[in-house]
Structures are given as C-alpha cells and as structure tokens.
C-alpha cells in the first residue's frame, strides 16, 4: 500500500542548486537540484537568480519555477535527505 506524501508547505532556495523543503509533520528535507539543472528547459535552473524564485505550488504538491519548471512531488519528497 502506497502512503500519501506530505503537503508541502515551505521551500527554501539554498546554495549549491538545493532546495530546503519543508513538510507537513515531517522533519525538513533537502532536495538536490543539481542533476535535474541542464538542457533547454531545467537549465535556467543553474542560474542563481532564476533559482531562487522557486515556489510551491498552489495545492502543497510540489515546486515551480517562473517558467513552468518543476520536479514530480514524489521525487521531491522520495529523493530528498532529512536535515539533522
């Protein structure tokens, strides 16, 4: 039986392309960008600037960037590492 992911509810850019995320009754987490962050479309993602813009979605799902970018809430969270 799958468990339901947790809503998340904050995202904070960090250096390095990561991205501290934090969930609904969970401990925090930290998501590496970094290998998503290349070809045409994620590759704005390695501009500092522009990855720094990051929000969560409307309905606690996931992340979005200006320009339509995301990652799959599943990976968010499944990839993710709790933060000691």
Not at 58 to 67: A, E, I, L, N
Not at 72 to 78: D, N, Q, R, S
Request: proline share 11%; aromatic share 10%.
């Amino acid at each position: 039986m799958v468990m339901p992911q947790p809503r998340l509810v904050s995202v904070t850019p960090q250096d390095a392309c990561r991205l501290l995320l934090s969930f609904e009754g969970e401990p925090d987490r930290e998501f590496d960008v970094s290998p998503y962050a290349n070809g045409p479309w994620y590759g704005e993602l390695a501009e500092a600037s522009y990855f720094r813009q990051v929000r969560v979605t409307g309905d606690g799902s996931g992340v979005t960037w200006p320009h339509g970018q995301d990652i799959a809430p599943h990976e968010l969270y499944e990839l993710s590492v709790p933060v000691a």
